[in-house]
């Protein structure tokens, strides 16, 4: 009998719409795709310790020329920490990851939305007026967040957009495109590599390619981003939120307030 690992396929209870919202999805992509017009994979890659840490994978070394790393890795909350924000634009097999230095909140999360918006969709979807994005069901991202949905129309407001959002069933974060065609790869790239100071990780992240011609942009975000932020009611109501007729907590649009501003 062979020793054998874990393999993570538990995933807790099914939604019994679990496949439709999948089918819903796909077909909300396809349709914009056809259209032209932008779709992102958006999510929060685990945070990261900062220092001469354990780094899981392997690397090509010399006999006897392992790197020595700390060993212990508690997480004293001295330690400084990276949180890495994808956003992967599935037309163009590009992805743009904003690594924050503070906290991963929904003000964060739309920020580096923004920044991907600012430093290249603008200019490869100039004509848009609409943009779709796939995210998880929880997290900075999440759909019960008000913070991220407030955010969300802020990001509406400035660009003139109407942003289309379908979140992934709880449990299914595995399949979202950013997942497998992002961070997965940023992973392999960084294998056995201690993430020794932020410069390393932007770093390793932008060299990140695969044999289907990714291409990753990389960027440092040092401002702040509080927790603890609540949204009243007054706030909430505030927004221009429309949920769609298929699970209208999972799939909504959110449309500027004032359509004549200009993109940015």
């Given at each position: ?6 393999r ?27 259209a032209?017009k ?13 220092g001469?840490?354990?780094n899981?994978g392997?690397q090509w070394?010399?006999s ?11 997480p ?10 994808g ?7 590009t ?16 920020a ?9 969709g ?61 961070f ?23 060299n990140?390619?695969?044999?289907k011609?990714?291409v ?7 401002r702040k ?5 609540k ?8 927004v ?8 209208g907590?999972?799939?909504y ?6 359509a ?5």
């Amino acid at each position: 009998m062979p020793t054998q690992g874990n393999r993570k396929t538990e995933e807790g209870e099914d939604h019994p719409d679990r496949n439709a919202q999948f089918e819903y999805i796909n077909e909300r992509v396809c349709k914009a795709l056809r259209a032209g017009k932008p779709v992102i994979s958006v999510d929060t890659k685990k945070k990261e310790l900062i220092g001469n840490f354990d780094n899981n994978g392997r690397q090509w070394r010399n006999s006897k020329s392992f790197r020595r790393v700390n060993g212990h890795d508690f997480p004293d909350p001295d330690i400084p920490r990276a949180y890495p924000y994808g956003v992967y634009d599935l037309k163009r097999n590009t992805g743009f990851v904003n690594v924050g230095t503070d906290h991963d909140t929904g003000t964060f999360a739309v920020a580096s939305i923004r920044g991907w918006w600012r430093h290249e969709g603008k200019r490869l979807y100039p004509k848009t007026d609409k943009l779709l994005v796939t995210a998880d069901g929880g997290g900075s991202n999440g759909y019960r967040l008000r913070l991220w949905k407030i955010e969300l129309q802020k990001f509406a407001d400035e660009t003139g957009l109407s942003i289309a959002v379908c979140h992934f069933p709880p449990g299914t974060s595995k399949w979202n495109k950013v997942e497998h065609r992002l961070f997965s790869f940023i992973s392999s790239n960084w294998r056995g590599e201690p993430l020794q100071d932020y410069e390393t990780i932007v770093q390793l992240i932008a060299n990140t390619t695969t044999a289907k011609g990714l291409v990753v942009t990389c960027r440092l975000d040092h401002r702040k981003y509080p927790t603890g932020r609540k949204v009243t009611d007054q706030e909430f109501a505030a927004v221009n939120l429309k949920p769609h007729t298929f699970h209208g907590e999972w799939n909504y649009m959110i449309r500027p307030r004032c359509a004549t501003l200009p993109k940015m």
